[in-house]
Every structure is written in C-alpha cells, then in structure tokens.
C-alpha cells in the first residue's frame, strides 16, 4: 500500500507548494531566481482566472504546521495552443523531494499529468530540463520524450519583465 497520494492541489497547499520550489531552485543551483510567493500562488492557480494547474504528491498520515499536508513532490502545469496541432499543455515543473526519489513517485506523477493532458485532447507535452541534468533528461527518453533543439533546430526565447516593460515605453 502507498504511503502516498496524488491529487490536485488546493489553495492551502501552496506554502508547502513554495518550499517545493524553493529546493527545486536549489538542485538546480538557481535559488536566487525565485521570486514567487505563496500568494502570488494561491492568486493565480486558485483565483478568478487560473494561470496554471498543479497535482501534488501528499504524504500519507503526515502532517505538518496547523495540521498543512506534508508534500513530497508535485507537477505544474499549463495550456498552450499551437497554430499547427492545436492543444498543447506546458510542463512547468515536475520535481519529487530527493527523499523520496528512486521509488517510481516521479513516474506515477508523471504519467498522471499526460493523463490529463490525454484526456483534454492535448496534442503534445511540452517542457525544458537544463542540459547538465542527465537524471532528468535519461528519464523523458526513457518514456518517449525526444530534445527538440537537437531533431527539429527549434531555439528558446525569452524576454525578462524589465524588458517588456521597456517595450511597452516605445
């Protein structure tokens, strides 16, 4: 019997949702860049107009502060649309306390997001890891996943706040 549970995640999750991606930050040796809040995320997963969509992995029976679920992992995600295939969902992050890894949590987390993404017609799935993760990168090709940049010559671009604010000035 799992100790464990997946289930979409609920406003009260989201102090334990930040501490998740908060290490997450921390694997990946970025903790500077978050800049997220639990309000920034219980606004705009739970409020009026939802930006994104997040399963969590809750520890059985173990409860932390005021009684918040402990939470071991968790998948965040989001819909996009192509022009070309039509739905698309986004991959934000799907990321399992070092803990509790090697125990097919991920996998079982994982293959609950496609799930959805399945069931609401999704065309593809989509996400980034970083080029030194190999854990990661050995895990997508294991179940499917294939680097775009390396088959198709498809760049990511970004552009950061303070320049869409300039942007916006001209």
């Known amino acids: 019997m799992a100790d464990y ?8 999750d989201c102090e334990e949702i930040l501490r998740l991606i908060q290490e997450l930050a921390e694997f990946e040796k970025l903790p ?9 995320l219980r606004r705009d997963g739970f409020g009026d107009q939802k930006f994104f969509t997040c399963l969590v992995v809750e520890a059985k029976g173990n409860t932390g502060e005021g009684g918040q679920a402990t939470l071991w992992g968790y998948a965040l995600y989001y819909f996009a649309y192509s022009t070309w295939e039509g739905r698309v969902m986004y991959l934000e992050d799907l990321y399992i306390s070092p803990a509790q890894r090697g125990k097919g949590i991920g996998t079982k987390l994982f293959n609950a997001v496609i799930k959805i993404g399945v069931d609401l017609d999704c065309q593809r799935m989509q996400w980034v890891v970083l080029s030194w993760n190999q854990r990661s ?3 997508y090709k294991a179940r499917g996943a294939f680097d775009v940049t390396s088959k198709e010559n498809w760049n990511i671009f970004r552009m950061d706040r303070p320049v869409l604010e300039q942007l916006c000035k001209t």
């Open 5 to 12: 549970i997946i289930r979409p995640a609920v406003k009260d």
């Open 32 to 40: 500077e860049q978050v800049k997220m809040t639990a309000e920034t």
């Open 137 to 139: 990168i050995d895990f």
